[in-house]
């Protein structure tokens, strides 16, 4: 297991504009870190480099193979030794299975979810496998272990790059490339606006992150996602209705 020094590291954040991307820029770079935060939103980053000093910002939309290959072309060419990538751009929506828009929010939660983190991972590899410590981090969330039927496409996107997530540990078992996951449940941000319930701050899962790369955690599962972890394994149908009860109540 590839423990990370505390600084010097070369890091590429995606939605680092906001949120946990940004939370966790400010504490890269305040540990001594070259980081690159990469967004589509341009009045974002630009709000991020003022309120964070020495961190770096980049426009780019990886929901597309263009935008996923400009940036790619860009950080090798810049950033040669690139050497911790954390895929933490999200889309959220809440949608409904039977809704005549679900291909439109398919299409888009896939692009930015799923395809865009396992794409930058096996595109960037080739440069991190040249560092002599590298890691990969992989933001998912509680609902890969119970989906929610109100943002069923988020958990379906997500599980998958759960599962993706795994796989690529297990290739890059024997390389000094750490392949990490961290399960947040709902985080004060913008995209968790529609849930009512605990949130945690940005903050804290950039701790908890930072705390990963330090020491020997390759799964980071925080919060209420741990209760979500033990119910999938031990009452899953219990599990899952507790998930969805709103959901439920709404129907009757």
Do not use: W
């Amino acid at each position: 297991m590839v423990k990370l020094r505390a600084g010097g590291h070369t890091v590429l954040i995606t939605g680092g504009g906001s949120g946990i991307g940004l939370a966790l820029a400010r504490r890269l770079v305040q540990g001594g870190n070259v980081v690159l935060a990469c967004g589509r939103d341009q009045g974002r980053l630009d709000a991020a480099r003022a309120g964070c000093p020495g961190l770096l910002t980049l426009r780019a939309d990886i929901a597309t193979a263009q935008g996923r290959a400009a940036l790619v072309e860009t950080v090798t060419r810049e950033f040669p030794v690139l050497d911790i990538l954390v895929n933490n751009a999200g889309l959220l929506h809440l949608n409904d299975l039977r809704g005549a828009t679900l291909a439109d929010e398919l299409e888009a939660e896939f692009a930015t979810n799923l395809m865009a983190p396992v794409a930058l991972a096996n595109l960037l590899l080739p440069t991190l496998l040249r560092q002599p410590e590298a890691a990969i981090v992989n933001v998912t969330t509680g609902y890969v272990f119970l989906p929610s039927a109100r943002c069923a496409t988020y958990s379906a996107t997500k599980a998958g790059l759960h599962a993706m997530t795994r796989a690529l540990r297990f290739e890059l078992r024997n390389t000094g490339v750490r392949v990490v996951e961290v399960m947040p449940p709902a985080v004060d941000t913008a995209m968790a606006r529609h849930n009512e319930g605990r949130k945690l701050s940005p903050d804290k899962i950039a701790d908890s992150i930072v705390r990963a790369l330090h020491n020997d955690r390759d799964e980071v599962v925080i919060g209420l996602s741990r209760v979500a972890q033990l119910l999938a394994r031990l009452a899953p149908a219990t599990g899952f209705a507790i998930m969805n009860r709103g959901e439920a109540r709404q129907a009757r």
